[in-house]
């Protein structure tokens, strides 16, 4: 009978295998369970990620520090109002951008070539809102221009859609915009380092709070770290 019972040496081998397993990877498996791509990119974007934060103080008149439920934030002010500035910017001209009428209009010598491709450049810039307008046998001119333009340089910015036209990189389009405004958030939100109220503060994280992308600067530093609280206690070895 004992005889009948017994399991073939490989079926030993093989639950004595199983049985073997570590569970470190098991536990692993637990503790960072697989997020689904779309999540993911929720994840980057959603402003409801940002985390809760309580002013409570200022260090070096440049950060914002805080506490949060992992530890310690530490806020940069100036990185934190680009942002802002930054979203501000893309949200007015998204939406309904007001356009500003120019006193001299751009002109930008294009050679005949993209003058007979005229219609398709505009079609190409729609949504930036621009309108070429021929002016002449190898000319382009543009009279207006949306407002948040203002602080940089026009005639700049529309030879630089003209050459990428020219080169066939039609799809860059909406990144060179977003570099334009984004250096536009730098130049008119470059705080210099100064005191500020609690309510200050609390103000500028509110408005960050508020951000589709609170994580970082429209260059791409982070706007913000956190020093977790048990790293806090290991430095007090605790």
Known sequence: PFAKEAKPASEITAAAAVKEE?????????????????KERKTVRKSAEFPSMEVIGQFHEKYILCSCRK???VVDAGLAMQRVRYEQIVRTLNDDPVMKPLLVPVTVQTGNDLVQRADELNEAVRPL????????????????????MDDISESEFITDITEHFRNDESGSFEQLQKKQIAALAVKKRRMKAKPLSIEEMREVILQLSQCENSTYAPDGRSVYVIIEEKDIEREFGR
Do not use: C, M, N
């Not at 809102?129 to 948040?148: C, K, M, N, Q």
């Open 22 to 38: 570590p569970p470190v990877y098991q536990k692993e498996t637990e503790q960072k369970p697989a997020v689904p791509a779309e």
């Open 129 to 148: 809102h621009i309108v070429f307008e021929v002016f002449g046998r190898d000319t382009l001119r543009v009279s207006e221009v949306p407002a948040w």
């Open 71 to 73: 530890g310690l934030a």
